[in-house]
């Protein structure tokens, strides 16, 4: 038996380092037992340990010149941070399968690879947790003022995610301290410490009033569900949150605020808007009718007789999403759930997209989300409303709302969800698969992305290719993410 000692719960380096070093050297899976050194040090130089237990060295086998594809490197690198003690064996058995079978990784009913896949995405749930929970708290010392954030992570994704907190508040410090390690960004470089016990994290300020404050005027009580809302946050981190507290006083407040907002709301969009909304042409330029807000967007949107889709749907779909969200996304139509619920991607492909977007590390919440047509297309199949495509008209049409979202919302990256999408923010056919993958210039300034819509991967047959579109289709959300920032 081989023993590889690692030095700390994350050592990749170590890991490849040593499973390069066993492979070479023949030794099976079965004979390597994988540990983690017990000072956990993440501070020790990253080479592992390897020591002989029993039995003979073993010879060298025919993997001493074998390389792996970039796509398990990847992947076994954020598996590597989840919690399981399965992690380093199972990665060193998928890589030595990985010589007499190169294309293993397609094959996603594999038990090998699907584990390997969900620990990728339970440690990419995890950081994007992380992304949207970590609240910090103002602190002071000797420098000044440093914010502090405690923070508990289902896996060991801390190290990994630092950089978006760097990124995100680059002229603060701060210190993130969670049990595994704690973090720590003086405006220049970040650092890594040991991990932290919760007294060191400050408690009590003025930050949390301001939480406390923003989330409430973020709640809306008409969107009230409580299951939702625990599936999003989680009650394990609710007692990291100032305004965890105020959710019991907002359920029970809800209603009385929902009958508010209604009383409150303006019923009728201006006269201007209905005017753009009742005209029948096509190109119409931006005469004066243009809307101004996107609040004029979504009144005009549901009076919208630019074409005949209205006739047939429940009501008029807008987008949703931050004013000034620097990612926009473009749908193509609203489908049956979410013409009853009135917001967009909350049906079967919206799940897709939503897994999608946690396994990409993008905030939804960060996004603005829109449909290149704003009434739902279908035909009546008994009680069934079966999905029908918009007929480049129809797009045309519905330009108007989507080129005046484009307009007041001036998003830098613009995703397109699959080829209605790219006809109606180009203008143009546009072939997906070739195009996809890459960042493509729009006459506005917003640099565009074409990937795949979220339904096509509920549609696609063979599992493989299945798992690989959705892959693609992840990657691309990475990007388009990361030319937004
Ligand atoms: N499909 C879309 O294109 N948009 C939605 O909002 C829902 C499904």
Request: proline share 7%; glycine share 6%; aromatic share 8%.
């Amino acid at each position: 038996m081989q023993v590889v000692r690692l030095a700390h719960e994350t050592d990749f380096d170590g890991w490849r380092q040593a499973a390069r070093d066993l492979r070479a050297r023949g030794v099976a899976p079965e004979a390597a037992l994988w540990t983690v050194d017990g000072d956990n040090s993440l501070f020790r130089p990253a080479d592992a340990d390897l020591e002989e237990v029993a039995g003979s060295p073993p010879k060298p086998g025919p993997g001493a010149t074998f390389s792996v594809p970039k796509a398990f490197v990847d992947l076994a690198g954020r598996a590597i941070l989840h919690r399981s003690d399965e992690r380093f064996a199972l990665l060193y058995r998928l890589l030595w399968r990985l010589q007499d079978q190169p294309h293993l990784l397609r094959i996603a009913s594999d038990p090998d690879v699907a584990r390997a896949h969900d620990f990728a995405s339970a440690v990419g749930r995890a950081a994007h947790k992380m992304k949207a929970f970590v609240r910090f708290r103002c602190a002071f010392d000797d420098q000044g003022e440093a914010y502090v954030a405690w923070f508990e992570p289902a896996h060991r994704v801390v190290a990994a995610t630092a950089p978006f907190f760097a990124r995100r508040y680059a002229n603060q410090r701060f210190s993130i301290l969670t049990p595994d390690l704690c973090v720590h960004w003086d405006r220049c470089d970040l650092t890594v410490t040991p991990g932290a016990d919760p007294a060191d994290a400050p408690r009590e300020d003025a930050l949390e009033d301001f939480w406390r404050t923003y989330y409430a005027s973020i709640f809306n009580p008409a969107r009230l569900k409580p299951k939702a809302m625990q599936r999003e946050m989680p009650k394990m981190y609710w007692r990291n949150l100032p305004e965890a507290g105020l959710i019991p006083q907002l359920i029970a407040g809800a209603e009385a605020r929902t009958t508010d907002m209604v009383r409150q709301a303006p019923s009728q969009p201006s006269r201007r808007v209905v005017k753009a909304a009742l005209r029948n042409s096509r190109d119409a330029p931006y005469d004066g009718m243009a809307p101004t807000s996107l609040e004029e967007i979504a009144a005009g949107v549901d009076h919208c007789r630019r074409c005949d889709l209205w006739r047939d749907s429940t009501q008029g779909v807008t987008g949703e999403g931050p004013p000034r969200a620097r990612l926009m996304f473009v749908g193509e139509q609203p489908g049956d759930q979410e013409d009853l619920a009135g917001r967009p991607f909350v049906g079967p492909a919206g799940q897709v997209f939503d897994r999608a977007l946690e396994d990409a590390g993008v905030l939804r919440a960060e996004t603005y989300v829109t449909n290149a047509v704003k009434h739902f297309k279908h035909e009546l199949r008994g009680k069934r409303r079966i999905h029908q495509t918009p007929n480049p008209g129809e797009v045309a049409a519905c330009r108007w709302w989507l080129d005046g979202e484009r307009r007041l919302v001036r998003p830098r990256v613009i995703v397109m969800l699959g080829a209605t999408a790219a006809l109606a923010v180009t203008g143009k056919a546009t072939p997906i698969a070739k195009t996809r993958g890459q960042a493509l210039q729009l006459p506005d300034q917003a640099q565009g992305v074409v990937t795949y819509h979220p339904s096509y991967l509920l549609r696609v047959p063979d599992e493989a290719a299945k798992a690989a579109a959705y892959a693609m289709f992840v990657e691309d959300l990475r990007l388009a993410w990361k030319l937004a920032a």
